[in-house]
């Protein structure tokens, strides 16, 4: 089976630009969740989303939005971009779903590397 | 509220153990631990309930401490391939997101 696949691999836009991201989900996980990692520091969270619905969302201002499709798949978009959105985006996904008691690996794709001058 | 991961680095060489921590401030549901090769996605090693789980995978093993909100990654006998950032992530509920520590970056020569 295929794992998280994320979309495109590498990404160069000007500040005020938008941006979209693309993950597809491991076979069978309905839980996928982007974070955020700058050099040196650990994986920051955006937005967690389960069933097309969004379950939670991190501290990052509303330039930063998601959806996800019927299909499992996510976007996540980001407007007006500063030189701070500078970063590598991970895409996570679960099968488990929010509030259920059980075992919830996470597994991350290979994350989009976006550059912006 | 970001977990705390101690020590920040660590140097060995091959065939010496390494302990990794990760503590917690708030009551914890589950860890995740990761370890993440530079330029590379985070990747998944192993996940800890709280009831005091122990697990291993291979030389690679962890504690989880729920009273203490701590957890440990142990690396014995540690090889050139455990070179890398390691991560803890932490959920306070099932299925919430992970919120991960700063990391711990180990480095083991030949």
């Known amino acids: 089976d295929a794992g998280v696949t994320q979309s495109p691999t590498h990404l160069i836009k000007t500040r005020g630009q938008h941006v979209t991201l693309r993950c597809s989900p491991i076979s069978g996980h309905k839980s996928v969740s982007w974070y955020q990692q700058v050099l040196g520091q650990g994986p920051q969270f955006i937005f967690q989303?389960?069933?097309?619905?969004?379950?939670g969302r991190g501290n990052f201002p509303d330039r930063f939005s998601a959806r996800q499709f019927p299909n499992y798949s996510s976007e996540l978009n980001v407007n007006a971009l500063l030189l701070g959105d500078s970063a590598l985006y991970l895409c996570?996904?679960?099968?488990?779903?929010?509030?259920?008691?059980?075992?919830?690996?996470?597994?991350f794709g290979q994350g989009t590397r976006l550059t912006v001058v | 509220q970001q977990p705390v991961q101690s020590p920040q680095a660590v140097i060995l060489r091959e065939g010496e153990d390494a302990v990794i921590n990760c503590s917690s401030s708030?009551?914890?549901?589950?860890v995740h631990w990761y370890r993440q090769k530079h330029g590379e996605a985070p990747v998944f090693l192993m996940i800890l309930l709280k009831g005091g789980e122990q697990k291993g995978h291979d030389k690679i093993s962890a504690s989880f401490n729920e009273k203490k909100q701590q957890s440990s990654l142990y690396l014995t006998a540690s090889q050139l391939s455990y070179s890398g950032t390691y991560f803890c992530?932490?959920?306070?509920?099932?299925?919430?997101?992970?919120?991960f520590g700063k990391g711990t970056t180990l480095s083991v020569s030949s």
């Open positions: 992530g932490t959920e306070d509920q099932a299925g919430t997101a992970l919120i």
């Open positions: 989303y389960y069933e097309k619905e969004e379950r």
């Open positions: 996570a996904s679960s099968f488990r779903s929010p509030g259920v008691t059980q075992r919830g690996e996470a597994f």
């Open positions: 708030k009551a914890l549901y589950s």
